[in-house]
Nanobody
Framework: VQVVESGGGLVQPGGSLRLSCAAS????????MGWYRQAPGNECELVSQ???????YYLNSVKGRFTISQDSAENTMYLQMHSLTPGDTAVYYC????????????????????????WGQGTQVTVSS
């Protein structure tokens, strides 16, 4: 099982980035995948996901600025981010498959309460002038 994020980087406030998540080793199910983020010392946040009813969830602070999409043929999920602010600075993760809730140790030593089983290594997004 592999989940690999890419596309992070340093961007000025107001800028844009597009994150990609390539999944392999398991059946791609876009309705059971999501984008999370975690800033140092903070709890992880679910940024966006598709639901099994086809609805899309966005964290309130990113509504109207971020767009989630997927390409099932390529087993890839995307997160297009516009109008980035310093508050968006975090490590962004792609995660898949829902299991039982547990507490996961994340990159940098912080923890995340989650039920998602497969995680990528994360990609750093830094918004700064």
């Amino acid at each position: 099982v592999q989940v690999v994020e890419s596309g992070g980087g340093l961007v000025q406030p107001g800028g844009s980035l597009r994150l990609s998540c390539a999944a392999s080793g398991f059946t791609f199910d876009g309705s059971d995948m999501g984008w999370y983020r975690q800033a140092p010392g903070n709890e992880c946040e679910l940024v966006s996901q598709f639901s099994d009813t086809g609805e899309v969830y966005y964290l309130n602070s990113v509504k109207g600025r971020f767009t989630i999409s997927q390409d099932s043929a390529e087993n890839t999920m995307y997160l297009q981010m516009h109008s980035l602010t310093p508050g968006d600075t975090a490590v962004y993760y792609c995660a898949a498959r829902t299991g039982r809730p547990y507490r996961r140790r994340m990159r940098g030593g912080d923890y995340c309460n989650t039920a998602r089983l497969y995680w990528g290594q994360g990609t750093q997004v830094t918004v700064s002038s």
